[in-house]
């Protein structure tokens, strides 16, 4: 079974910051995909950024980008320029190609970007 | 973007009572939906994967007889809370995957939550 392990409970930072979030994950399989979750107050779930394994290039998207090293199966999230709006839970999750195709979520983290 | 709705949003029922949560897929069509679980301050855990037409899979632990869902539409899934208890008090999630051709397989689209308080 593949398990997802947030390190972090809680982080904070000052506004403009940047801030990484780390993440590593347990499996077996070659092929998947791993995502990193944004869930603010309202508890929406927000898709931030997704990572195919079998792409070597850190996935970016505008502020956030990810550090991906497979070997050591490692999945971080950096956040640069922090704003107030980035506070919420952060979720990093796993997803296998094969089977069912389920997302398993690490215990998140939670981020306060401070004014 | 592909959009998917949780009714009702919010839900107080009695101990004992049975309570009905729906999802559905408003512009997409969804073979796959899943319904997750989370409790103040923790994660989401999956509770069961639901397929159109057939039989839901649940998750070692989830007791099928008491969380009952049917998915009888492309578009539209149920969880049922059935002889509710004060510990079923929760947060249920659903999420759907869009299969259309062309549209990246791996994303799911996540309802905005039902927040269950058994009295």
């Given at each position: 079974a593949q398990t997802v392990t947030q390190s972090q409970p809680e982080m904070s930072v000052q506004e403009a910051e940047t801030v990484t979030l780390s993440c590593t994950y347990d499996t077996s399989e070659n092929n998947y995909y791993l995502f990193w979750y944004k869930q603010p107050p309202s508890r929406q779930m927000i898709l931030v950024i997704r990572q195919e394994a079998y792409k070597q290039q850190n996935a970016t998207e505008n502020r956030f980008s990810v550090n991906f090293q497979k070997a050591a199966k490692s999945f971080s999230l950096k956040i640069s320029d922090s704003q107030l709006g980035d506070t919420a839970m952060y979720f990093c999750a796993f997803m296998k190609?094969?089977?069912?195709q389920k997302l398993v979520f690490g215990q998140g983290t939670r981020l306060t970007i401070n004014p | 973007g592909a959009v998917v709705s949780q009714h009702p949003s919010w839900v107080i029922c009695k101990s004992g009572t049975s309570v009905k949560i729906e999802c559905r897929s408003l512009d997409f069509q969804a073979t796959t939906m899943f319904w997750y679980r989370q409790f103040p301050k923790q994660s989401l855990m999956l509770m069961a994967t639901s397929n159109e037409g057939s039989k839901a899979t649940y998750e070692q632990g989830v007791e099928k007889d008491k969380f009952l869902i049917n998915?009888?539409?492309?578009?539209l899934s149920t969880l049922t809370v059935t002889s509710a208890h004060p510990e079923d008090s929760s947060f249920y999630i659903c999420s759907a995957r869009d299969l259309t051709v062309g549209v990246v397989p791996s994303e799911q689209y996540f309802g905005p939550g039902t927040r269950l308080t058994v009295t």
């Open positions: 190609l094969r089977g069912a | 998915h009888a539409s492309l578009t």
